[in-house]
């Protein structure tokens, strides 16, 4: 987005940042399906490890693969190029963004198959307490894929300039390359998480039970959470495009502040999971417990930078002046958004390791398809409060979710949450 916001011609570059902004909210819904079935892998994993059960985890893996791909990834691909130009003209799209959002859409949901089979990987690499093997493929894989994006984006090395779909072409490309690499890891390790493609696939119902039991109230978590998002940036694009590209870039820029409440929580997930297998309740809390203060310590960090250099980091993606100014007024909001949004992730982590996927189902129904959208329709259409508005309104949020999901955890009661 920062490329993109580079390119010489100013509106080109504003249509091109709102255009990725309208095309990674259907985008986010599907990998969120995703996901909410790797958060049963995780558990899943997590459990067999800390019981001494690792020779169940092999088969674990093959059903995470084979599920994500047959019944969400190939499917909502196929779905997503056939319908993409309706489904951007339901986002919102003007008609400086709309052929530009579909031409990214279409590339990218290539890509997507290829993520969410790295993703399925990822959560049983994470149940195991594996993160460096992801992290030293993401580090390669994304370093090619930024090389990748200045080449395409601005024609560099005698490449041609494809703008947006440079973008597209990149990302797809680095996504396709992660697969190869993880898939020759898992032929060729001798660790715990393996691909046996000798012994073949077999059906294990208990498996298939637990990744439902624990996948269904994450799957509608997290379609709830994307939907309130996509229906809250849909709002918040009838302000026009300039103050939406001030959106996106906030939107990016929050993204990146939920990675270290997002990587505690994985690590409150793991941990929690494990103990809970080997029957170490008080451990496990203690886990969820010094990830909360880890990640709450960088959250502080990153609230007060947000704050302080709001501007100079919104001149990043943007030399539009009114982009810059309103980026920057936002960020500010973002900064009080921050100790709350770390809690709630990590303290949610903790939950999924366990199994217990209900209650942050229950906080992100309250928080983000009742609070978030209800008050940013208040302060946008009848206040008119404009950009501002829309951003207390997801201050608002986090700060309801992180209440409903800390006194869950306080309760004790996911301690007892079996699985078979």
Not at 254 to 276: E, M, R
Request: charge should be positive.
């Amino acid at each position: 987005m920062i490329m993109l916001g580079r390119i010489p011609d100013p509106d080109l570059s504003a249509a091109s940042i709102a255009a990725v902004g309208l095309t990674n909210q259907p985008l986010y819904i599907g990998l969120s399906l995703v996901q909410a079935l790797n958060v049963g892998g995780t558990a899943i994993t997590a459990r067999y490890i800390g019981a001494q059960k690792t020779d169940k985890i092999p088969n674990v893996l093959s059903h995470i693969i084979l599920l994500t791909l047959g019944l969400l990834a190939i499917p909502l691909s196929i779905l997503g190029i056939r319908f993409s130009e309706e489904i951007i003209h339901f986002m919102g799209a003007k008609k400086d963004t709309l052929e530009l959002a579909v031409l990214y859409f279409r590339i990218v949901l290539i890509g997507f198959i290829f993520q969410s089979y790295n993703f399925a990987i990822s959560a049983a690499l994470r149940g195991a307490g594996n993160t460096k093997t992801t992290l030293r493929v993401n580090l390669s894989v994304n370093l090619i894929n930024v090389i990748g994006n200045a080449v395409l984006i601005y024609g560099l090395f005698g490449f041609p300039a494809l703008g947006i779909a440079g973008a597209g072409i990149s990302t797809t490309f680095s996504n396709i390359l992660a697969s190869i690499i993880l898939t020759i890891y898992l032929l060729r390790t001798k660790g715990i998480i393996q691909l046996k493609l000798k012994n073949g696939f077999r059906l294990d119902k208990n498996i298939v039970f637990n990744l439902v039991k624990i996948g269904i109230p994450a799957s509608l978590e997290q379609m709830a959470l994307r939907i309130g998002i996509l229906l809250f940036v849909k709002t918040v694009a009838d302000l026009g495009t300039v103050v939406f590209a001030s959106h996106q870039i906030c939107l990016s820029i929050l993204s990146l502040s939920f990675n270290p409440g997002q990587a505690f929580g994985i690590a409150a997930s793991s941990l929690v999971g494990q103990n809970l297998g080997a029957r170490n309740f008080s451990q496990a809390e203690e886990c969820a417990k010094e990830a909360r203060k880890m990640g709450s310590i960088i959250s502080t960090m990153m609230a007060i930078l947000f704050f302080i250099f709001g501007p100079q980091l919104a001149s990043l993606y943007s030399s539009i002046p009114e982009v810059i100014s309103n980026a920057s007024k936002t960020l500010k909001i973002i900064a009080f958004v921050q100790p709350f949004q770390s809690s709630q992730l990590i303290l949610s982590g903790g939950l999924r390791g366990a199994g217990d996927t209900f209650w942050p189902l229950i906080s992100t129904f309250i928080g983000v398809l009742g609070i978030r959208l209800i008050l940013a329709a208040l302060f946008i259409k009848v206040f008119h409060f404009g950009l501002t508005g829309a951003w207390i309104a997801v201050f608002i949020d986090q700060f309801v979710r992180w209440g409903i999901i800390y006194i869950r955890f306080n309760t004790g009661k996911w301690k007892t949450v079996t699985i078979q």
